[in-house]
């Protein structure tokens, strides 16, 4: 049990719809990274926020954007969905503050969000 | 991002011990090198990391190579449990603090 939920567990979506992604970070946890994972193969980052602004960003299109807010929780919006989109989108959170001390702490993952495009 | 290199699959027998190589010969000397697991239909869970001296924790052992070029997963004693993808992971922070995922090493246990 990590204290990480997202929400909905399974999506189903058609090309072209706009999709959100919702997860709820552990208190106190100011970063929260969003992550795809293709069936087979290991996840890759999509972007990272913390305090609620974006501050970097994996090779993902900008049709994929997201949201984080003051209570924990954050969003992963994607726009024209296209059929590749289908994935386990995954969220992390990681305690404290950006920098170098960070890399001594774990981040904690969410169940994910399985969504398929049809 | 440092490269890794791990087996694609591994297997053993409940109740031996495991032992995952990674080999990450570019990693720099500030990279910790983290090992996360993902159990079918989860998402990844943290196991260990460390920088440069051996690490222990309830549940698993790392040991870390003098020249930091590789490192090792020891799993003590395998339960059903431990069946998973495991990945090794060459943290750094400069800008935002991603996990690069590899392949990862497919671990089969045998009752």
């Known amino acids: 049990e990590t204290g990480v939920t997202q929400s909905p567990t399974h999506l189903i979506k058609t090309r072209g719809q706009q999709v959100t992604l919702r997860c709820s970070s552990q208190s106190g946890h100011n970063t929260v990274s969003w992550y795809q994972q293709a069936l087979g193969q290991g996840p890759q980052f999509i972007f990272q926020?913390?305090?609620?602004?974006?501050?970097g960003r994996g090779n993902f299109p900008p049709r994929f954007s997201g949201l984080q807010f003051p209570n924990y929780s954050s969003e992963l919006n994607v726009n024209a969905l296209e059929l590749d989109d289908s994935a386990l989108y995954l969220c992390?959170?990681?305690?404290?503050?950006?920098?170098?001390?960070?890399?001594?702490?774990?981040?904690?993952f969410g169940q994910g969000t399985r969504l398929t495009v049809v | 991002d440092a490269k890794t290199t791990q087996p694609n699959s591994m297997e053993s027998n409940e109740e031996e011990p495991v032992h995952l190589p990674c080999n990450h010969s570019t990693i720099s000397g500030t990279d910790y090198i983290h090992w996360y697991r993902q159990l079918p239909s989860q998402g990844p869970e943290y196991v260990i990391h460390g920088l440069t001296s051996n690490v222990n924790n309830r549940m698993a052992s790392l040991a870390i190579a003098e020249d930091r070029k590789s490192s090792t997963l020891i799993l003590h004693r395998a339960t059903l449990r431990d069946a998973a993808v495991y990945y090794c992971?060459?943290?750094?922070?400069?800008?935002?603090?991603?996990?690069?995922f590899g392949q990862g090493t497919r671990l089969t246990i045998n009752p």
């Open positions: 992971i060459p943290y750094f922070t400069w800008g935002a603090q991603k996990l690069v």
């Open positions: 992390a959170s990681i305690p404290g503050v950006l920098g170098q001390s960070s890399m001594n702490t774990e981040a904690f």
């Open positions: 926020y913390y305090r609620e602004e974006e501050n």
